[in-house]
């Protein structure tokens, strides 16, 4: 998957506000014929201890600021390790596919 920098900054600033354990880029949407990028998807693995993830999740939304719209998927890290044992989950497919921008 293309690296676009807006994709970089908008991992670093979420990795410095949320202080997730890792960052996943899961998928984009580019523009097919100026490869100008549209969207993008991240998952981010939590520890633990992190309060409320809807919460978390609401925040990061608010306090990062991207041109590009943007999803997040976040889990607890327990949740994670249990999710990717099994191929038929969405996470699975995320640690398979994904590209690692933080962690």
Same mark, same amino acid.
Request: aromatic share 12%; net charge negative; glycine share 4%.
């Given at each position: 998957? /293309? =690296?676009?920098?807006? #994709? #970089?900054? /908008?991992?670093?600033? #979420?990795?410095? +506000?949320? %202080?997730? =354990?890792?960052?996943?880029?899961?998928?984009?949407?580019?523009?097919?014929?100026?490869?100008?990028?549209?969207?993008? %998807?991240?998952? +981010?693995?939590?520890?633990?201890?992190?309060?409320?993830?809807?919460?978390?999740?609401?925040? +990061?939304?608010?306090?990062?600021?991207?041109?590009?719209?943007?999803?997040?998927?976040?889990? %607890?890290?327990?949740?994670?390790?249990? =999710?990717?044992?099994?191929?038929? /989950?969405?996470?699975?497919? #995320? %640690?398979?596919?994904?590209?690692? =921008?933080?962690?």
């Amino acid at each position: 998957m /293309t =690296l676009y920098p807006e #994709i #970089i900054a /908008t991992a670093n600033a #979420i990795a410095e +506000l949320g %202080k997730p =354990l890792r960052i996943y880029l899961i998928s984009l949407k580019s523009n097919p014929a100026t490869g100008e990028l549209r969207s993008f %998807k991240l998952a +981010l693995i939590v520890s633990d201890d992190a309060p409320n993830i809807s919460e978390m999740e609401c925040y +990061l939304y608010t306090a990062v600021d991207c041109d590009y719209p943007y999803d997040l998927v976040l889990y %607890k890290h327990s949740e994670w390790k249990t =999710l990717t044992e099994d191929p038929r /989950t969405f996470a699975w497919s #995320i %640690k398979e596919n994904g590209s690692v =921008l933080y962690g």
